[in-house]
């Protein structure tokens, strides 16, 4: 067996990497808010070194884009799954109240330049799968006001 060299690289592997981070990310943005999440604590959360992070995202903005991102495709996977207008509303309403920090990331604001332009594509997306359930804007509304505490006794 060789001895590793004084300066010579190792082999990397992970698996799934990219995949990791984002669940590592995700996860905390929904247990502990957004501004909880730091390259550092998801490369912890992975179980990875510190520098690993940056080989899939070139910044923290990238990362957060990306869990947006991925919050959409879940999102819509939801609504794709129903049909009627009331089970589209609860699905909407259950998404928000069952990943609040990942929900308000998705709608707030993003600094990763290609995650804002994709994510203009997902909203319109998931404003037409609404439409008939209300529309996005009162989803939304009703959404915000339940995760700041205030519409538990609002009926739609």
Known sequence: MRSRLRGQKTKYHHGDLKRTLLDAAM????????DA??????????????AAPYRHFANLDELLGAVALEGFE???????STSSAKRIRGAYLAFAGDFPG???????????????AQ???EVTLVAELV??????ATLHGLAALRLAGLGDGLVF
């Open 27 to 34: 996860t905390l943005i929904d247990i502990r808010g957004r």
């Open 119 to 121: 994510r203009k594509e």
């Open 131 to 136: 439409e008939d359930a209300g529309g996005l």
């Open 37 to 50: 999440l730091t390259m550092r604590e998801a490369a912890r959360r992975a179980g990875v070194s510190e």
């Open 102 to 116: 990942r929900y308000q990331l998705m709608f707030g604001a993003l600094a990763d330049r290609k995650a804002v």
């Open 74 to 80: 879940m999102l819509i996977g939801d609504l794709e």
